[in-house]
């Protein structure tokens, strides 16, 4: 039967109204009663979701708390400030929703088309759950330039999985694997090639799903004609194996399970870990295995990957010694690609499988026709070819074909280390601490062309664009440090360490780097969008919505630097072009870090000063103690020109620089919190300046805001 058939029907959600754990229904309904919102029960935990009231198959299609599930005793409440929020039995508090000013919000409600709303009494929505999606869209949904999908693990684990589907700022919609934690995004492996055209994706009432283009008219996404929506409940998921389905699902006679519509991207990618292999079950899901000799890194989620259950392999100068007790196992119909590291021609299956058992860092050989394929351990992905169905088969690379395999896959049952013998190459990569990279300078050079490219040049420092072909052509920007500390090789690579170590939405990810010689380059993952100063002082501006959430990005990176890391890191070079801006138009800080690796005459002016001009805070003139509070003054500065896309303006010209921008001027209290937060930011004195946290509160609306003092040291520049 159908969850909480008896429940209540609420049509508004009034101030003060809560639900816990412990009501007999703890959710509220839609008036259709279709939809409902609250605790859905997840085995002895609850998740805080919504789904579908009226069916027998549970169907959650958003969730809270990044899908992670509470204990009872949890409590939902839309609180008289505004707010709505989640309390843990322990006491803590969550935002589940709020507005940008929630002192408008009178009401919170579940409308018909399953969107939860918070309103004003004029009706006006200021938050929805349809504009914060998770895995799934639904029939009257759209999703806007920057917003995204995120898939669940697993089928029954609604925690944030590896994949997303995301309508980038410049119209792309995409298809990706995330590789967490570190949240780095994987090249593509689906586009709509809309570039600078596309605008909106749109899932509308008739149930048809497409892309808005600005140049007029659409692109389609639905590859036939779905069932009215009258008389079928329809959704849109990206699913846990990479794929977005649309389904249907009949309102009268149910039949059990959601049929699929129409697969909207027949390929997915990335399902199965390490050293798994994968192939699909009845209901055509991903399904992973472990080969002969591994077992599940965790049997409660099989597609983390498998591991050894034996003595590992060890790599002895005695090939007797290296081969006994190892021996080959056949797994025929099945493939391990894009690992090779040797490749031979013309041989026989015989000398395969004994050239792969004497070398201990051969985990596997391929047989393809009459050539071998030598590949290293850990196994990354493996396909599998049943006799009736060709079908991909993803692991945890990318995987953008289809095709019939007629292979022989020879498995060694051995792990061995993933790095080949120093005596067959001096350009080998190895993983250093926090899951860097160690790049030899010739390996850069050659993703650099030479270092062709230049992206920027700044006084410490020249970037350079780079393609890693060993890593599927993935785009990365090489900095090369260009005078650096000399004779200490520790505090680079602490240093280093330190910055690789750092995990945030709002940071560029250092990759890897060079320490070779006299050679000390830093390897980023690459930016298409450029850096926050071309949106603001060029000819590409952000809109006032966007311009917001950029602040807000930098305030909450900013923060995470000064506040969260094992080792405390000052920027002290915040500005404009150190701030970058991804395919989600969200800010990225970078640069961060660096001052230890730099010589000192590199990173001051000949006043002593470190940082730039127009961004430096006065106690640099002063011989003061430089704090995290140079960060805020930097930061302050920075807003203003956010706030107005003007270099260094003036606080008292303000309503004159946006005079020109109607949403600016229409979000009277939003503009007016942003401006004292950059008034308080730029204090003179360090002390009256609040920490990043507490601007990063005051930007959100969570703290007031009170009215600073002039800010008697702002120094303006038309720089």
């Given at each position: ?6 429940a209540?029907i609420y ?10 754990t412990?009501?007999?229904n703890?959710?509220w309904?839609s ?5 409902a919102f609250?605790?859905h ?9 919504t789904?579908?009231v ?6 959650i299609f958003?969730t809270?708390?990044n899908?992670k599930?509470?204990e009872?005793g ?6 008289s400030?505004?707010?709505l ?6 006491g ?8 940008i000013?929630?002192?408008?919000v ?25 504009d ?7 029939p009257n949904?759209?999703l806007?330039?920057?917003n ?11 925690t944030?999985?590896?994949?997303e589907l ?17 949240e780095?995004?994987?090249t593509?492996?689906?586009?709509s ?15 048809n799903?497409?892309l808005?283009?600005?140049?007029g008219?659409i692109?389609?996404?639905?590859s036939?004609?779905?069932?009215s ?8 998921t ?10 249907t699902?009949p ?24 050293n ?9 899901r991903?399904?992973c295995g ?6 599940y ?29 190892f021996?080959?196992?056949?797994l ?28 201990c ?6 047989i393809?026709?009459g050539n071998?394929?030598?590949?290293r351990s ?27 395999l ?6 060694l ?12 190459t ?7 601490e ?9 390996e ?9 490219e ?24 090489v ?11 520790k ?9 690789g ?35 603001l002082f060029?000819s590409?501006r952000?809109?006032w919505n ?5 602040a ?8 995470y ?6 080792s405390q890191?000052?920027?002290?070079d915040?500005k404009?072009?150190?701030?970058l801006?991804d ?12 001052a230890k690796?730099l ?5 001051r002016?000949?006043?002593g ?14 011989n ?7 960060d ?7 807003l203003?020109?956010?706030i ?5 303006c ?21 503009l007016?919190r942003?401006v004292m ?5 730029i ?5 009256l300046r609040?920490?990043m946290k ?5 930007l ?7 009215m ?12």
């Amino acid at each position: 039967l159908p969850l909480y058939t008896s429940a209540q029907i609420y049509n508004n959600i009034t101030l003060g109204l809560s639900i816990t754990t412990l009501d007999e229904n703890p959710y509220w309904t839609s008036p259709s009663g279709d939809f409902a919102f609250g605790f859905h029960p997840q085995q002895d935990l609850f998740l805080v979701a919504t789904w579908y009231v009226k069916i027998p198959i549970k169907t959650i299609f958003w969730t809270a708390n990044n899908g992670k599930p509470i204990e009872r005793g949890a409590k939902i409440q839309l609180t008289s400030n505004g707010v709505l929020s989640l309390t843990a039995p322990n006491g803590s508090e969550t935002r589940i929703g709020q507005a940008i000013d929630n002192s408008q919000v009178t009401y919170a409600a579940i409308l018909n088309t399953g969107n939860f709303v918070l309103s004003t009494k004029e009706s006006k929505i200021v938050w929805a759950t349809f504009d914060n999606p998770t895995d799934t869209i639904l029939p009257n949904q759209v999703l806007d330039l920057g917003n995204k999908l995120s898939s669940r693990l697993t089928k029954d684990d609604y925690t944030i999985g590896r994949f997303e589907l995301v309508l980038q700022g410049d119209g792309n919609l995409m298809l990706y694997s995330i590789a967490r934690p570190k949240e780095n995004t994987n090249t593509p492996y689906w586009r709509s090639d809309t570039l600078n055209n596309g605008s909106q994706l749109i899932f509308n009432q008739s149930g048809n799903i497409y892309l808005t283009l600005r140049s007029g008219g659409i692109h389609s996404l639905s590859s036939e004609r779905p069932p009215s929506t009258e008389d079928y409940y329809q959704r849109a998921t990206l699913d846990y194996d990479g794929v977005f389905r649309q389904y249907t699902y009949p309102k009268i006679s149910p039949n059990g399970r959601w049929p699929e519509s129409c697969k909207l991207w027949e390929y997915g990618s990335g399902v199965c870990g390490f050293n798994s292999y994968c192939r699909l079950d009845e209901d055509q899901r991903p399904e992973c295995g472990c080969p002969p000799g591994y077992t599940y890194l965790d049997p409660k989620n099989t597609f983390r990957g498998c591991k050894p259950n034996f003595v590992l392999q060890v790599c002895e100068t005695d090939e007797l010694r290296i081969v006994d007790g190892f021996e080959m196992r056949d797994l025929p119909s099945t493939d391990w690609p894009f690992a090779d590291y040797e490749w031979f021609k013309s041989v026989n299956e015989d000398w395969c499988r004994e050239t792969c058992l004497i070398d201990c860092f051969c985990a596997a050989a391929i047989i393809r026709g009459g050539n071998s394929s030598a590949e290293r351990s850990p196994s990354t992905i493996y396909k599998e070819n049943n006799e009736d169905d060709n079908w991909i088969l993803p692991g945890s690379i990318l995987l953008g074909i289809s095709a019939v395999l007629n292979l022989l896959f020879l498995f060694l049952v051995i792990y061995s280390a993933c790095y080949k013998k120093q005596t067959r190459t001096q350009t080998d990569t190895r993983t250093f601490e926090a899951n860097l990279r160690s790049f030899t300078y010739e390996e850069l050079n050659e993703a650099t062309d030479g270092f062709k490219e230049q992206l920027g040049k700044g006084a410490s420092s020249t970037v350079y664009k780079g393609v890693l072909k060993s890593d599927f052509e993935c785009l990365v920007a090489v900095k090369r440090l260009d005078k650096v500390v000399e004779g200490n090789d520790k505090e680079f690579k602490a240093e280093t360490s330190a910055i690789g170590k750092t995990n945030h939405k709002n940071l560029v990810q250092l990759v890897g780097f060079c320490n070779e010689e006299t050679h000390r380059l830093l390897v980023y993952e690459f930016m298409m969008n450029g850096s926050l100063e071309n949106f603001l002082f060029g000819s590409l501006r952000l809109c006032w919505n966007q311009r917001i959430q950029i602040a807000l990005g930098i305030a909450r990176g900013l923060a995470y630097l000064h506040e969260e890391c094992s080792s405390q890191i000052i920027h002290c070079d915040v500005k404009p072009q150190n701030i970058l801006i991804d395919n989600s138009h969200v800010a990225r800080i970078s640069d961060f870090g660096l001052a230890k690796l730099l010589k000192s005459d590199q990173t001051r002016t000949t006043t002593g000063i470190r940082g730039t001009r127009g961004y430096v805070a006065p106690e640099w003139f002063r011989n003061m103690p430089i704090t995290t509070k140079v960060d805020v003054y930097s930061f302050g500065i920075m807003l203003l020109e956010i706030i107005c896309c003007r270099k260094n303006c003036e606080p008292e010209a303000l309503h004159l620089l946006v005079v020109n921008d109607e949403e600016a001027k229409n979000d009277g209290k939003n503009l007016e919190r942003m401006v004292m937060v950059a008034l308080w930011c730029i204090q003179e004195e360090p002390s009256l300046r609040p920490s990043m946290k507490k601007v990063t509160q005051m930007l959100e609306g969570a703290v007031e805001v009170s009215m600073p003092p002039s800010p008697s040291s702002f120094i303006c520049s038309t720089g």
